[in-house]
Structures are given as structure tokens and as C-alpha cells.
């Protein structure tokens, strides 16, 4: 199954003025279908009242309401869904915030156009929804997630900002849960006439003819971000929350709408993941809704770290989730044995509400274990505090009070490059660095030595400027993330710390692959594939370099028979293309995370679900290589390395998703980001598409994680010519 959208390199901020935004809705709930074939739901009108009601509040004045209510402005027909979006794309202005909910039956046909990896496309019924003709497998006047995708994506291309929310399921499993009580928003495939055992899995290789997916994003588009109800193995429920005690369904809502809508009826002022990680907490402790874990929503975008709705503000620090005495974190989120985490409960109380502490007793990748600890614990490398009382039956979220220092990372003394030699301690140079780094290590908790010989950061001086990298030089010149001289100390501790961060996420992540077993293999096969820029399009060194017209001319003449496998330690030249594929190996559901530390230490994730034996599919956007680049890193050869992680998919719990959690830099400081933005230009053609995903979310429990080392040099240019293409100096 595809994105319905897909998130890119980059996000552009563009500065509206709020005095000028305006916010916007879209709720469309449908629970009466012309077809008697097709159960009638009963959630989806209070669904579409309630929000409309929580949306006036919150400030929202253009409200498109359609539904089965007095008030609608019309009934939820395929063509009069299609009317609200195109109304809402054309009322919408840049720097708006645009709502859309969607609440009622989803469900799967076959995919026409061959693009989805497990055959089907993903649907969402209309109240005129019909049943497929025999063996056309498509269900008249449904709404792909092709379609909707392309109608957000409308939306986007005004500078608004969508958040999308849909309470349905598209699962196929067929199974209808009528309960006292509880009924679940889901019409099976077959009973809409398709079969899906004709579904044919297709692919989703991108041409580099016609530009690869969201590479860029168009220039002035709005971000996006969605929530789901549940995962694709699972169905989303709607249930009577008066418990029986009301005669008619006025008292019927979807678990989902509802548990956003009383956080969003609070006031409080919470960021997108806040606000998910509160719906999960709500949706599986069986707080205010009278049952057990009962599904598991997920999110996808690019602004799940943003103020909802834009509001100026955030709320606290970062939290995770607590579940009796474990936490919904672990070394992939930097805790460790011995982490002392304040507890709270909940997402939105005050840094100073802390219920208790606990310390971190043992920790696995994504899950860490934990002991009460006195408030006077002070973590120390190699011992824990001893317990004091119990875990406090009211937290259910956490936020990391103080790490003990356990990791130490290795600098190199300070190189001369030109003679290969170090400095002197004593030399200035010497002594700025080690007072930044001695700062550095105190504000990451990350230590930080300078070893006599093997280091993990080599440390070069070349013309007034400090570079950092595994190796700070390739072929004589400099490498890596540059520090001049002329700027001031507190901006070389803000790098080091980037660097102290990369490290420890390096190191984590190495150690991972090293545990995996021989005997339990990745479900998930990984393609890294290299398309070479020929060199005859570059510019030779010393010429006047425009970076984006060079790549796009270099990107024009390459083709995708060109593609070979990436090779080892591969030397990589400015605008060399690289892709990467993956595809399930047997069935079940994982999360998959390319995670990126660029010459500049700057981590980029990109996020897929993986499900099942499919096709090979996408593994993010292709990469861009660039020595050269446009932006405020104009210079960016240097070291890199690439890590695939592949978790299972975990019951009742937030997605493994670590975009916005593991990045550590901030605007384009990205070298791969500021190439993808530079070539927007050639590359945006499925990003104006647009597109969102279908599917429904996660699942399974964690067995255990894998991971998928690459790594490459982006050579300076003056190396490239003087090796020629494939060559050696």
C-alpha cells in the first residue's frame, strides 16, 4: 500500500502574517447510504456536530458541514465531497490553516493504474456509494486515496496548511463487530462486489525521466498533516457513550473524533504530536470510554511537531508514553540504563507537575523498563538509585529529567592540513575547541576525549576554518562541517553538540546491526542503487558554479537503466542520484526508518510502512548528491552514512516513526535537503500530485529490530576531475 501522500526533504515556512490567515474547515460525516446493501453507521453525523462545534471555538469561522443533518450544506455525495474540496482550495490563502475530517465506511478495490504495491487502492464511501459491477473490481462513486491525495494536494498548492483527519477504516478483512453497543466503521470488499484475489501487486519505481516523487516540494506549498484512526489489520469503531442508557443514537460517536475533540475542546495548546500521543493514551487505557485497548491510530506528515492550528506556544518538554512500568521510548529516543525520567499525567501539565521519578532499569530499542526512585536520584554510569515506593497509578507520560554520561565520543587533536601535523595544545585553535566541546558534553550528557590515537571525529585547520569529520579531508582538501574562526564560541558549541549527537546516534545504530541475529533475517530486503551524473555536465573547478541549473542539466540526461548497485565506501560527485527500494519479505507489518547523517552531521529521516510480501516499493525520496550546493552550505564533500532500521509493528502503540525526533539541525543546514529544494524545479512533479495514505496503520508486537549500514564520500569537485569518471588520482 502507497502514501497517500508523501512527505518531502523539506519543508518551506513561509511567513503569512496571521493577521491576514484565516481558518478554514472541511467535516464531512457520512452515516446513511442510498445502497441497502451497505450497513448505515450511526457515529459519523455527531461526529461531523461535534467538531463543527469544537472548530467555532477554536476560532474557525469558514465551516463547510456536510452530512445528513438539518444544518449541512449538503449531503455527502461523491460529487458534493468533491465540490467541498475544490470550494476549500478555492477560498484558501497562504498562511491559512485548513481542518478536514472525514467520518464514515472505508474500505479497498483494485488499483487501475498498477501503482500500488499490494494491488488495491484504498477507498472512502460516499452516501451514494454503489456495488461493483461483475468483474470491473472498482466500486462506482467511491473515493480513492489517489483522489483524495490530489485534492489535498490542491489545498497545499495555495500555502495553506491542512490537517486531516479521518475516522474510517479500509480494512479488508470482512469481519463486522455489531456488539452491544459498539459497531465498526468497515464494509467489506466482497460485499461491495470485488475480489481481491485479482489484485495484481504493482510497483512504485520512480523514473528519473519524469522526475522522482517528492524530491521537492513546489515552492509556496502548504505542509500537511493526518491522522488516522487505525492501522490496515485492524477496523476503526464508533460506540454508544451513553452506554445503552439514551433510546436514540445521539449518543453515538467514533472512538477517534472523539478523543480529539476533547483535547482540542480543552484550550490547551499542544503540537501535533502531543495531541496524538494524548488520542493513543485515551484510545488503549480505556479512560472515558469504558473498554480496553481498542485500536491504534497512526500519523504521517510534516508538521508533527508544529503548534496545532498554528497557535503561538507549545506546551513542555518532550514526552513519551507510560504503560505501567514501561515507557514507549528507548535508545533509539537517547534514554538509557540509568535515564531518570519525571513522571506526569498528562501531555499538556506544566514542566513542574511531576508526579514521581523513575530511572531507567533496562532498555531495548524503542521500550525501556522502570523502577520509583526518590526524588533525590542522581543517575551514575554503571549503578541505579534503589527503589522508593511505586510508580504512581496516574502517570502515563514521561520526560527525561537527566542521563548519566555512559558514552563517550573521540575527537582527534587539531590537524594542520596542509602538513598533516597537530597543534599544539597550547595553540589558540586547540584551546577553542576544547572549552566549546567541555560545553558541549556538559549540554548532551554525551562525553566527549581526546585520545592519543583512534578518534571517532577527525579535527583539520585550513585557512582560518575548522572542519570536522570521520575524516576532515579527501585527497588534501578540506571535508566535513566547517567552523570559521571569525564566528563566535557559542555557535562551535551549538556544532559540536550536533556532532555529539550524530555520534551517539551513529553508535546506537551500529550496535543494533551488531546484535541482529543470523538466524532471524530482515523481513524487509533492502535496494540502494546509484544513477551517476556524467561529468561531462558538471562545471570544472575554479568555473562559476550554478549548482541547481548544473544538476538539473545532469539530471535531464540521466535514465533509469542507469541505476547500478551501491558498492561498499562508493566515491559519490555532485549530482549523483541515489534511490533506495524496499519489499516486504513475508507477511506482517513494519516500520521502516532511513535515517541519514550527511557531511554535516545533520540527521534526515524518511519514513515508510512496509507491509506484507509486496512489490519493491519506495524507501523515501531519492537523494541528491551535492559537493557544491545551493543554500546556506555551499561547500558539503565530506563522510556520510545511511542506516535502514526495520522494527515490527507494535499493538497499541505510537508507530516507530522517528522523522521530527532524531533530526538535529534546523532549516536547510541539510546538505541532501538543500539539493532536493534547489531542484524543486525538475523533481516537484509528483509532489504537486500529491498523495495520502489509504491505509489505516499499525500493528504486532516487537520481536525485534534490524538494521542496514551504507555509507559513501561526496568527493570535492577538484577530486572528481582529477580522477575522471570512475578513476583514481
Same mark, same amino acid.
Given at each position: 500500500?502507497?502514501?497517500?501522500?508523501?512527505?518531502?526533504? *523539506?519543508?518551506?515556512?513561509?511567513?503569512?502574517?496571521?493577521?491576514?490567515?484565516? +481558518?478554514?474547515?472541511?467535516?464531512?460525516?457520512?452515516?446513511?447510504?442510498?445502497?441497502?446493501?451497505?450497513?448505515?453507521?450511526?457515529?459519523?453525523?455527531?461526529?461531523?456536530?461535534?467538531?463543527?462545534?469544537?472548530?467555532?471555538?477554536?476560532?474557525?469561522?469558514?465551516? &463547510?458541514?456536510?452530512?445528513?443533518?438539518?444544518?449541512?450544506?449538503?449531503?455527502?455525495?461523491?460529487?458534493?465531497?468533491? !465540490?467541498?474540496?475544490?470550494?476549500?482550495?478555492?477560498?484558501?490563502?497562504?498562511?491559512?490553516?485548513?481542518?478536514?475530517?472525514?467520518?464514515?465506511?472505508?474500505?479497498?478495490?483494485?488499483?487501475? $493504474?498498477?501503482?500500488?504495491?499490494?494491488?488495491?487502492?484504498?477507498?472512502?464511501?460516499?452516501?451514494?456509494?454503489?456495488?461493483?459491477?461483475?468483474?470491473?473490481?472498482?466500486?462506482?462513486?467511491?473515493?480513492? !486515496?489517489?483522489?483524495?491525495?490530489?485534492?489535498?494536494?490542491?489545498?497545499?498548492?495555495?500555502?495553506?496548511?491542512?490537517?486531516?483527519?479521518?475516522?474510517?477504516?479500509?480494512?479488508?478483512?470482512?469481519?463486522?463487530?455489531?456488539?452491544?453497543?459498539?459497531?465498526?466503521?468497515?464494509?467489506?470488499?466482497?460485499?461491495?462486489?470485488?475480489?481481491?484475489?485479482?489484485?495484481?501487486?504493482?510497483?512504485?519505481?520512480?523514473?528519473?525521466?519524469?522526475?522522482? !516523487?517528492?524530491?521537492?516540494?513546489?515552492?509556496?506549498?502548504?505542509?500537511?498533516?493526518?491522522?488516522? /484512526?487505525?492501522?490496515?489489520?485492524?477496523? /476503526?469503531? $464508533?460506540?454508544?457513550?451513553?452506554?445503552?442508557?439514551?433510546?436514540?443514537?445521539?449518543?453515538?460517536?467514533?472512538?477517534?473524533?472523539?478523543?480529539?475533540?476533547?483535547?482540542?475542546?480543552?484550550?490547551?495548546? *499542544?503540537?501535533?504530536?502531543?495531541?496524538?500521543?494524548?488520542?493513543?493514551?485515551?484510545?488503549?487505557?480505556?479512560?472515558?470510554?469504558?473498554?480496553?485497548?481498542?485500536?491504534?491510530?497512526?500519523?504521517?506528515?510534516?508538521?508533527?511537531?508544529?503548534?496545532?492550528?498554528?497557535?503561538?506556544?507549545?506546551?513542555?518538554?518532550?514526552?513519551?508514553?507510560?504503560?505501567?512500568?514501561?515507557?514507549?521510548?528507548?535508545?533509539?529516543?537517547?534514554?538509557?540504563?540509568? &535515564?531518570?525520567?519525571?513522571?506526569?499525567?498528562?501531555?499538556?501539565?506544566?514542566?513542574?507537575?511531576?508526579?514521581?521519578?523513575?530511572?531507567?532499569?533496562?532498555?531495548?530499542?524503542?521500550?525501556?523498563?522502570?523502577?520509583?526512585?526518590?526524588?533525590?536520584?542522581?543517575?551514575?554510569?554503571?549503578? #541505579?538509585?534503589?527503589?522508593?515506593?511505586?510508580?504512581?497509578?496516574?502517570?502515563?507520560?514521561?520526560?527525561?529529567?537527566?542521563?548519566?554520561?555512559?558514552?563517550?565520543?573521540?575527537?582527534?587533536?587539531?590537524?594542520?592540513?596542509?602538513?598533516?601535523?597537530?597543534? +599544539?595544545?597550547?595553540?589558540?585553535?586547540?584551546?577553542?575547541?576544547?572549552?566549546?566541546?567541555?560545553?558541549?558534553?556538559?549540554?548532551?550528557?554525551?562525553?566527549?576525549?581526546?585520545?592519543?590515537?583512534?578518534?571517532?571525529?577527525?579535527?583539520?585547520?585550513?585557512?582560518?576554518?575548522?572542519?570536522?569529520?570521520?575524516?576532515?579531508?579527501?585527497?588534501?582538501?578540506?571535508?566535513?562541517?566547517?567552523?570559521?574562526?571569525?564566528?563566535?564560541?557559542?555557535?562551535?558549541?551549538?556544532?559540536?553538540?550536533?556532532?555529539?549527537?550524530?555520534?551517539?546516534?551513529?553508535?546506537?545504530?551500529?550496535?543494533?546491526?551488531?546484535?541482529?541475529?543470523?538466524?532471524?533475517?530482515?523481513?524487509?530486503?533492502?535496494?540502494?542503487?546509484?544513477?551517476?551524473?556524467?561529468?561531462?555536465?558538471?562545471?570544472?573547478?575554479?568555473?562559476?558554479?550554478?549548482?541547481?541549473?548544473?544538476?538539473?542539466?545532469?539530471?535531464?540526461?540521466?535514465?533509469?537503466?542507469?541505476?547500478?548497485?551501491?558498492?561498499?565506501?562508493?566515491?559519490?560527485?555532485?549530482?549523483?542520484?541515489?534511490?533506495?527500494?524496499?519489499?516486504?519479505?513475508?507477511?506482517?507489518?513494519?516500520?521502516?526508518?532511513?535515517?541519514?547523517?550527511?557531511?554535516?552531521?545533520?540527521?534526515?529521516?524518511?519514513?515508510?510502512?512496509?507491509?506484507?510480501?509486496?512489490?519493491?516499493?519506495?524507501?523515501?525520496?531519492?537523494?541528491?548528491?551535492?559537493?557544491?550546493?545551493?543554500?546556506?552550505?555551499? %561547500?558539503?564533500?565530506?563522510?556520510?552514512?545511511?542506516?535502514?532500521?526495520?522494527? $515490527? #509493528?507494535?499493538?497499541?502503540?505510537?508507530?516507530?516513526?522517528?522523522?521530527?525526533?532524531?533530526?538535529?539541525?534546523?532549516?536547510?543546514?541539510?546538505?541532501?535537503?538543500?539539493?532536493?529544494?534547489?531542484?524543486?524545479?525538475? #523533481?516537484?512533479?509528483?509532489?504537486?500530485?500529491?498523495?495520502?495514505?489509504?491505509?489505516?496503520?499499525?500493528?504486532?508486537?516487537?520481536?525485534?529490530?534490524?538494521?542496514?549500514? %551504507?555509507?559513501?564520500?561526496?568527493?570535492?569537485?577538484?577530486?572528481?576531475? /582529477?580522477?575522471?569518471?570512475?578513476?583514481?588520482?
Amino acid at each position: 500500500m502507497k502514501h497517500l501522500f508523501r512527505l518531502c526533504l *523539506l519543508a518551506f515556512v513561509l511567513g503569512a502574517s496571521a493577521a491576514h490567515a484565516e +481558518s478554514r474547515a472541511l467535516i464531512i460525516g457520512v452515516a446513511g447510504y442510498d445502497d441497502p446493501n451497505i450497513p448505515d453507521l450511526l457515529g459519523p453525523t455527531n461526529d461531523a456536530l461535534l467538531m463543527r462545534d469544537v472548530l467555532a471555538t477554536s476560532g474557525f469561522s469558514d465551516i &463547510t458541514l456536510l452530512g445528513d443533518m438539518n444544518e449541512a450544506d449538503g449531503r455527502p455525495t461523491r460529487a458534493v465531497i468533491l !465540490d467541498g474540496f475544490s470550494g476549500l482550495a478555492a477560498r484558501a490563502r497562504q498562511g491559512d490553516q485548513v481542518y478536514i475530517h472525514l467520518s464514515g465506511h472505508g474500505s479497498r478495490q483494485l488499483d487501475p $493504474e498498477g501503482d500500488e504495491t499490494d494491488g488495491l487502492d484504498e477507498i472512502f464511501l460516499p452516501a451514494d456509494t454503489a456495488i461493483a459491477e461483475a468483474g470491473s473490481g472498482l466500486v462506482p462513486n467511491a473515493i480513492t !486515496d489517489d483522489e483524495i491525495g490530489s485534492l489535498l494536494a490542491e489545498i497545499q498548492s495555495t500555502g495553506a496548511d491542512v490537517f486531516f483527519v479521518m475516522d474510517s477504516c479500509h480494512s479488508g478483512s470482512g469481519t463486522r463487530a455489531f456488539a452491544r453497543g459498539v459497531a465498526d466503521r468497515q464494509v467489506s470488499p466482497a460485499l461491495l462486489g470485488i475480489d481481491l484475489a485479482a489484485a495484481r501487486a504493482g510497483g512504485s519505481v520512480r523514473s528519473v525521466d519524469s522526475g522522482p !516523487d517528492a524530491v521537492g516540494q513546489a515552492e509556496g506549498s502548504g505542509r500537511l498533516i493526518a491522522f488516522y /484512526a487505525t492501522r490496515s489489520n485492524d477496523v /476503526a469503531r $464508533e460506540v454508544d457513550m451513553s452506554n445503552g442508557t439514551v433510546a436514540d443514537d445521539s449518543e453515538w460517536f467514533g472512538l477517534f473524533t472523539a478523543a480529539i475533540a476533547s483535547r482540542l475542546e480543552s484550550g490547551q495548546t *499542544l503540537t501535533y504530536r502531543q495531541l496524538f500521543q494524548s488520542v493513543l493514551s485515551e484510545l488503549n487505557s480505556g479512560s472515558g470510554f469504558g473498554m480496553g485497548a481498542v485500536q491504534t491510530p497512526l500519523w504521517e506528515g510534516d508538521m508533527i511537531d508544529e503548534p496545532v492550528f498554528g497557535k503561538e506556544g507549545r506546551a513542555g518538554p518532550t514526552r513519551f508514553l507510560v504503560d505501567g512500568d514501561a515507557v514507549d521510548a528507548g535508545r533509539l529516543h537517547g534514554l538509557e540504563e540509568g &535515564t531518570l525520567l519525571a513522571l506526569v499525567a498528562d501531555i499538556s501539565d506544566p514542566q513542574d507537575a511531576v508526579l514521581g521519578y523513575a530511572q531507567v532499569e533496562a532498555v531495548e530499542p524503542r521500550r525501556a523498563f522502570l523502577r520509583p526512585v526518590a526524588d533525590d536520584c542522581v543517575p551514575e554510569a554503571g549503578t #541505579l538509585c534503589a527503589f522508593a515506593g511505586g510508580l504512581p497509578e496516574a502517570a502515563r507520560f514521561a520526560q527525561v529529567e537527566l542521563s548519566p554520561v555512559t558514552l563517550t565520543i573521540a575527537f582527534s587533536p587539531v590537524f594542520d592540513a596542509e602538513t598533516g601535523q597537530p597543534l +599544539s595544545p597550547d595553540a589558540p585553535e586547540s584551546g577553542m575547541v576544547a572549552a566549546a566541546l567541555e560545553d558541549a558534553s556538559a549540554r548532551t550528557g554525551i562525553g566527549a576525549e581526546f585520545p592519543a590515537e583512534i578518534f571517532d571525529v577527525q579535527i583539520a585547520l585550513s585557512q582560518n576554518t575548522l572542519w570536522f569529520g570521520p575524516a576532515a579531508t579527501i585527497d588534501g582538501a578540506p571535508a566535513g562541517l566547517a567552523f570559521g574562526l571569525a564566528e563566535d564560541e557559542p555557535r562551535l558549541v551549538q556544532l559540536l553538540g550536533r556532532v555529539l549527537r550524530a555520534e551517539r546516534l551513529a553508535r546506537t545504530l551500529d550496535a543494533l546491526g551488531e546484535e541482529a541475529s543470523p538466524f532471524n533475517p530482515s523481513p524487509v530486503a533492502v535496494d540502494v542503487e546509484r544513477n551517476a551524473s556524467p561529468i561531462e555536465a558538471l562545471s570544472k573547478p575554479g568555473a562559476r558554479v550554478d549548482p541547481r541549473r548544473e544538476c538539473q542539466a545532469a539530471l535531464r540526461s540521466m535514465r533509469e537503466t542507469g541505476f547500478a548497485p551501491l558498492q561498499g565506501m562508493d566515491d559519490l560527485k555532485q549530482c549523483d542520484l541515489l534511490r533506495f527500494r524496499a519489499a516486504g519479505e513475508r507477511d506482517g507489518q513494519r516500520d521502516v526508518n532511513r535515517i541519514h547523517i550527511d557531511a554535516q552531521y545533520c540527521v534526515n529521516v524518511d519514513y515508510e510502512l512496509v507491509e506484507g510480501d509486496q512489490a519493491l516499493r519506495d524507501l523515501g525520496d531519492p537523494m541528491v548528491m551535492c559537493s557544491d550546493c545551493p543554500g546556506p552550505v555551499p %561547500y558539503s564533500a565530506g563522510y556520510e552514512r545511511l542506516y535502514v532500521l526495520v522494527s $515490527e #509493528l507494535e499493538e497499541n502503540a505510537e508507530a516507530l516513526n522517528l522523522s521530527g525526533v532524531l533530526e538535529n539541525c534546523t532549516g536547510r543546514e541539510g546538505t541532501r535537503s538543500a539539493a532536493a529544494s534547489a531542484l524543486s524545479g525538475v #523533481l516537484e512533479d509528483a509532489a504537486r500530485r500529491g498523495r495520502t495514505r489509504g491505509s489505516m496503520g499499525l500493528g504486532g508486537a516487537l520481536s525485534d529490530v534490524w538494521v542496514d549500514r %551504507y555509507a559513501w564520500r561526496v568527493l570535492p569537485r577538484a577530486s572528481v576531475f /582529477a580522477r575522471g569518471e570512475g578513476g583514481t588520482p
